[in-house]
């Protein structure tokens, strides 16, 4: 590992007013969760064409069935937050780390948060959404996925709202809007932070592929720790291509010791 770098970035960490950090699927592999995309990813085995918005509001009967499936795939193991999950939680609750912008569904950063203390947990802004809670199309009424799910399992195809309303997914489908004010709100910290760092992302899909330009742009450090190159690597101070539950906690320890 880059020692150097490393101590380099926990010299900056320590001091700044405000960090924020940016999570792909490459922080949840570790824990097992499976990929979208890419060799062996979900859309391998399932056809992405099944699961768009537009399906949903043609045919909910027909997307709950598929989504059932599609489902028990993603989060049929128990997944749980790894090394550097906790490693940013922790750098939220004992230092800068302000705020976790993610583009996972899997719901594994609030997972890491601990209620008792809210205050000082970083804010959890979910750019996709979260799988594992579900949303009525009409009311807005969010609940926990996996009894709602159950019920689609035993036939009740689409799961309905006390209201009436179906339920769907409460995440960003395909042809479907991304969340306008948790957006903002990202890129707004993004312009604020000093330090920023894009963990596990590829940073090919918006808006999660603009952030680090937008605080790079701002005067932020502008940090990536990738197992392969991406197109932001060129606005980075530094970049790690290493195992984020490598990288992570060591950083952690580096931004905790005191000199
Ligand atoms: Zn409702």
Not at 130 to 158: H, K, M, S, T, Y
């Amino acid at each position: 590992m880059d020692e150097t770098s490393l101590e380099r970035l926990a010299t900056d960490l320590r001091p700044a007013d405000s960090a924020v950090a940016l999570t792909g699927a490459g922080i949840s592999a570790p824990s097992g969760v499976p990929t979208f995309r890419g060799d062996d990813g979900v859309w391998d085995r399932f056809d992405q064409g099944q699961f768009t918005y537009g399906r949903f509001q043609r045919d909910s009967e027909g997307f709950w069935a598929d989504r059932v499936e599609l489902q028990r795939e993603l989060f049929g193991g128990n997944y749980e937050p790894n090394a550097a999950h906790e490693a940013l939680a922790a750098l939220g609750r004992r230092g800068p780390l302000e705020a976790i912008c993610t583009q996972n569904t899997d719901g594994l950063h609030g997972e890491t948060l601990e209620s008792t203390d809210a205050e000082s947990d970083p804010a959890i802004l979910e750019l996709h959404g979260n799988a594992r809670r579900v949303r009525c199309v009409d009311c807005g009424n969010r609940r926990d996925a996996d009894p709602i799910f159950e019920r689609a399992e035993d036939g009740e195809l689409p799961p309905r709202c006390e209201c009436g309303g179906a339920f769907k997914p409460d995440v960003v489908l395909f042809g479907e809007q991304l969340p306008a004010a948790v957006i903002q709100r990202a890129k707004s910290r993004a312009r604020e932070s000093d330090v920023f760092l894009a963990i596990g992302s590829s940073l090919v899909v918006e808006p999660a592929a603009s952030l680090p330009r937008l605080a790079a742009d701002a005067g932020a450090t502008v940090v990536i720790v990738n197992l392969e190159s991406t197109p932001c690597d060129g606005v980075a101070d530094i970049v790690f291509r290493e195992d984020v539950t490598q990288v992570l906690p060591r950083l952690r320890e580096l931004v905790e010791s005191v000199d």
